[in-house]
């Protein structure tokens, strides 16, 4: 039989020895057991691959939930969005119309008034106001 060195701490020494002990075998038997019995405890290539795929595929099966919610807050996101527009159009559209009713006897008022709005960028357009509001 062939012999081994390893150089150990004083601490590994002794936790190979408490161990030894535990289990009432010498410590020269424990370390044999342990380094013969070491390859059992290195997976195979075939069940690392399993245990890779399962970790894939969980993460994968995370990500789509991610992805769902992710794609409803969006979907959430440009309703609100358009709402706003909407109500954006409207309010700019009646305060239009309210101008334009305030100076009606003074249309050129009521035009700075309307320019002035216009460089808000409210989306403002005043060719269907009287249409849209009644």
Do not use: W
């Amino acid at each position: 039989m062939g012999q081994i060195s390893i150089n150990l701490t004083d601490n590994d020494k002794l936790a190979l020895k408490k161990e030894a002990k535990k289990q009432k075998k010498s410590l020269s038997e424990f370390c044999r057991e342990r380094i013969l019995n070491s390859h059992k405890q290195i997976p195979s290539e075939k069940s690392t691959e399993f245990i890779h795929s399962a970790d894939i595929d969980k993460k994968l099966t995370t990500l789509n939930k991610n992805l769902i919610v992710l794609f409803n807050e969006i979907k959430a996101l440009q309703q609100n969005q358009l709402e706003m527009r909407k109500q954006i159009y409207y309010n700019s559209s009646y305060l239009y119309f309210l101008t334009h009713e305030l100076f009606a006897d003074n249309p050129e008022i009521a035009h700075k008034i309307d320019e002035k709005i216009k460089n808000l960028n409210f989306n403002y357009d005043n060719s269907s106001t009287d249409k849209n509001i009644k």
